[in-house]
């Protein structure tokens, strides 16, 4: 069954990549959103998941000492399903999570990031989806066939992309990316222990600022049906 992790630099046009790979290959789309109602059945607060998006303007440490005024501890009891759960029997559970060498503000959060991280595997072993973010390229580094793919582009094309896509003029279009960049390498670094732009951790990188939205949509279409075609299965590192 056909897994694609995608990982991308904010205003480098990955959701219309996404989307037509979606559509073009007919597998689900898995975004933030669907990955939050996913958590949100597993008992992580909203207020959580919203912290733990990677385009905020505030640095890591700020978002999670934000996050914990109003954020509950998980019980370390309770069970994780996957987003659509009544058209799976999946259950994941998540018992003795919390680390003895940690304190419990950031033992809590850390329990937060592995139930979102139970939730993505849980739904890449359902199978025909395409997981956008959330470190899924880590978390299903070892997931039999998955391709992983990263969307990179020039910074100065994806401000031009975010001053257009959220009105905003270049000062802060250029704080957003900037932003964007720090938080999503923080959370891969601190939580997955990789450096996110590390080539290796991908089958493909492709440069939208150089490769138009439906060339990059053809590279990665081409790339996992000639691997299934050949009847090779994509190395997980």
Excluded: C
């Amino acid at each position: 069954m056909t897994v694609i992790t995608l990982s991308r630099q904010l205003g480098t046009h990955s959701r219309e990549v996404a989307e037509e790979v979606a559509r073009v290959l007919s597998l689900r789309l898995i975004d933030a959103e669907a990955i939050n109602r996913a958590a949100q059945q597993a008992g992580v607060p909203e207020r959580a998941l919203a912290e733990l998006e990677h385009e905020g303007e505030q640095s890591l440490a700020g978002q999670v000492l934000k996050a914990f005024e109003t954020m509950p501890v998980l019980s370390p009891g309770a069970e994780v399903r996957p987003a659509q759960a009544e058209a799976s029997s999946l259950t994941l559970p998540f018992a003795g999570l919390f680390s003895a060498t940690l304190s419990p503000l950031s033992a809590s959060f850390e329990r937060y990031v592995h139930v979102v991280g139970l939730v993505v595997q849980g739904l890449a072993r359902e199978g025909n989806v395409l997981v956008v973010g959330r470190g899924s390229q880590v978390l299903l580094r070892k997931h039999p066939g998955a391709l992983h793919v990263q969307i990179v582009a020039p910074v100065p094309d994806r401000v031009k992309t975010v001053m257009i896509r959220y009105k905003l003029d270049k000062k802060a279009a250029e704080s957003r990316v900037r932003a964007s960049d720090r938080s999503r390498a923080d959370y891969l670094r601190r939580y997955h222990g990789v450096n996110w732009l590390d080539p290796t951790l991908y089958h493909l990188v492709i440069n939208t600022g150089r490769v138009p939205v439906s060339a990059a949509v053809d590279l990665i279409v081409r790339a996992y049906q000639a691997a299934m075609t050949a009847g090779d299965t994509i190395s997980g590192g």
